[in-house]
């Protein structure tokens, strides 16, 4: 028998022998019950894929689900390779780079983890609720495609990214790699030319960092964005520790690394612009 249950599960079989499920093949959308895993036996992963376009079904360059190396974090990657997304590690409540993903009071996460399967899934709290995810074709978010709950941040650092680097560099997780260890500029695409001015691509940088930092008051706004990407003769305030990096992140502390050097060919007084 061919059963459409009311999880929106499409099963092949009965309560006894389930020959095929649509839950165990997401397309680009998770419904409550489904899940993102990997069989660790037969090495068959869930993942999401996006469609192609807005009118056209077929695979996207997109695809959402749990990293296959091991770690405790969900990933996007965008042409089955690049690293374009990573939700930090769970931490027994949510994943630790998405804070905005803590609705309790209308979704309950899992992640399950033993010797045969991974995966994460969720439910509602409240069953009269009607919820979807689904990877968009940009591959910038996974929403609800009725109330909008939470958005990924990273879609936006990602963007002021990758306008200075290249490849995996545009992970945030990497950014911070290196502007903590003062190693900015080696990651900074080869092919621009920087010879003008080595400020603006380091900018860049900070800001892709700040607008993923732990506590959302510290990201700056838009205004504060454009200013610090429209005026080489600004001091960026430098960025704390993200929260998807190993170790505590202090709250009521100011960065340990004080504030970024001040470039101007002009020597000019440059305002400082702190992120709220």
């Known amino acids: 028998a061919v059963v459409l249950l009311d999880t929106g599960n499409l099963v092949l079989?009965?309560?006894?022998?389930?020959?095929?499920?649509?839950?165990?093949?997401?397309?680009?959308?998770?419904?409550?019950?489904?899940?993102?895993?990997?069989d660790k036996s037969t090495n068959r992963s869930q993942v999401l894929t996006s469609w192609r376009s807005s009118d056209d079904p077929s695979s996207g360059n997109f695809s959402f689900g749990i990293d296959p190396s091991g770690s405790t974090e969900l990933i996007i990657w965008r042409n089955r390779s690049e690293r374009y997304w990573e939700s930090g590690a769970w931490n027994g409540e949510t994943f630790s780079s998405a804070p905005e993903m803590t609705v309790k009071y209308i979704y309950n996460y899992s992640y399950v983890s033993n010797e045969k399967i991974i995966y994460f899934t969720y439910d509602l709290y409240n069953k009269?609720?009607?919820?979807?995810?689904?990877?968009?074709?940009?591959?910038?978010?996974?929403?609800?495609?009725?109330?909008?709950?939470?958005?990924?941040?990273?879609?936006?650092?990602?963007?002021?990214?990758?306008?200075?680097?290249?490849?995996?560099?545009?992970?945030?997780?990497?950014?911070?790699e290196f502007w903590e260890n003062d190693r900015v500029l080696e990651l900074v695409d080869p092919t621009l030319d920087i010879s003008s001015s080595s400020c603006m691509p380091v900018n860049y940088v900070a800001v892709g960092v700040l607008c993923v930092q732990q506590v959302p008051s510290d990201r700056p706004c838009m205004s504060e964005v454009v200013a610090m990407l429209s005026n080489e003769h600004l001091t960026v305030v430098s960025p704390k520790r993200p929260a998807f990096t190993p170790g505590r992140t202090p709250l009521l502390t100011t960065s340990g690394r004080g504030q970024a050097e001040m470039c101007s060919v002009n020597n000019l007084k440059a305002s400082v612009l702190k992120a709220r």
Do not use: M
Request: proline share 4%; net charge positive.
């Open 128 to 176: 009269s609720i009607t919820s979807r995810f689904v990877l968009d074709t940009s591959g910038q978010e996974a929403k609800d495609a009725y109330t909008l709950h939470w958005r990924y941040p990273f879609s936006f650092s990602y963007v002021v990214l990758s306008r200075v680097t290249s490849g995996y560099e545009r992970s945030t997780k990497k950014a911070w």
């Open 13 to 38: 079989g009965n309560e006894l022998n389930v020959v095929w499920q649509s839950f165990d093949h997401p397309t680009d959308t998770f419904l409550p019950g489904g899940k993102l895993g990997l």
